[in-house]
């Protein structure tokens, strides 16, 4: 299962987190409760499973469509076609499925949950959260953000920063695994320890 840092479980103490996931439950295991739930066939093995503090995605592989298609840039074009219209019957197919089982686990773990198909290189996310994140910005990077946008690589100041959050996102992706593991032992640590009660 991958992970984004969803901040332990429930009745956590002070620290990294606060009072925003202080009553959220633990989505240790989102992954295997989800490929257990999951009609067999849907997806070709277990499906990547990503939690977050908001929302838990989950991307299967689907069976690639038939037929050949020629190395050049038709066929890779014919082929992407084929794997997109393959992605879409499957998304209508399974929708009323999809709902009940977001639904069983979004009473479970408190967030929401959105679908996603991957075949091959193609991959489709369908209708995944867009949440807010408050920040404040010094002039520096305020007028990084701004480059951005006046150069047109962004749209907004909040496209922007996302930019830049998926390229560190792609650039760090080894450093940010190592951080998140760090973090999960610290909190094992922090449950080991002494209570005060």
């Known amino acids: 299962m991958h992970r984004g840092w969803h901040g332990g479980g429930r009745g956590r103490g002070p620290g990294r987190g606060g009072w925003q996931q202080s009553d959220l439950p633990g989505a240790d295991d989102a992954a295997a409760w989800l490929s257990g739930r999951l009609p067999d066939g849907w997806f070709v093995g277990a499906p990547e499973?990503?939690?977050?503090?908001?929302?838990?995605?989950?991307?299967?592989?689907?069976?690639?469509?038939?037929?050949?298609?020629?190395?050049?840039?038709?066929?890779?074009?014919?082929?992407?076609?084929?794997?997109?219209?393959?992605?879409?019957?499957?998304?209508?197919?399974?929708?009323?499925?999809?709902?009940?089982?977001?639904?069983?686990?979004?009473?479970?773990?408190?967030?929401?949950?959105?679908?996603?198909?991957?075949?091959?290189?193609?991959?489709?996310?369908?209708?995944?959260?867009?949440?807010?994140?408050?920040?404040r910005l010094r002039q520096p990077e305020r007028i990084v953000l701004d480059t951005l946008v006046d150069s047109g690589v962004a749209r907004s100041r909040s496209d922007a920063l996302a930019w830049a959050v998926r390229l560190v996102g792609e650039h760090a992706e080894e450093w940010l695994g190592e951080l998140r593991d760090a973090m999960a032992k610290v909190d094992e640590l922090r449950t080991k320890g002494p209570t005060g009660e």
């Open 49 to 135: 499973v990503t939690v977050d503090r908001e929302e838990i995605v989950v991307v299967g592989e689907l069976t690639a469509p038939e037929g050949d298609f020629d190395d050049t840039d038709a066929g890779r074009a014919e082929r992407a076609a084929a794997a997109s219209g393959r992605i879409s019957r499957f998304r209508e197919e399974t929708r009323d499925e999809r709902i009940d089982i977001a639904r069983q686990a979004e009473h479970r773990y408190q967030r929401k949950v959105a679908w996603g198909a991957r075949i091959g290189d193609v991959t489709e996310l369908f209708t995944t959260a867009s949440v807010p994140v408050m920040t």
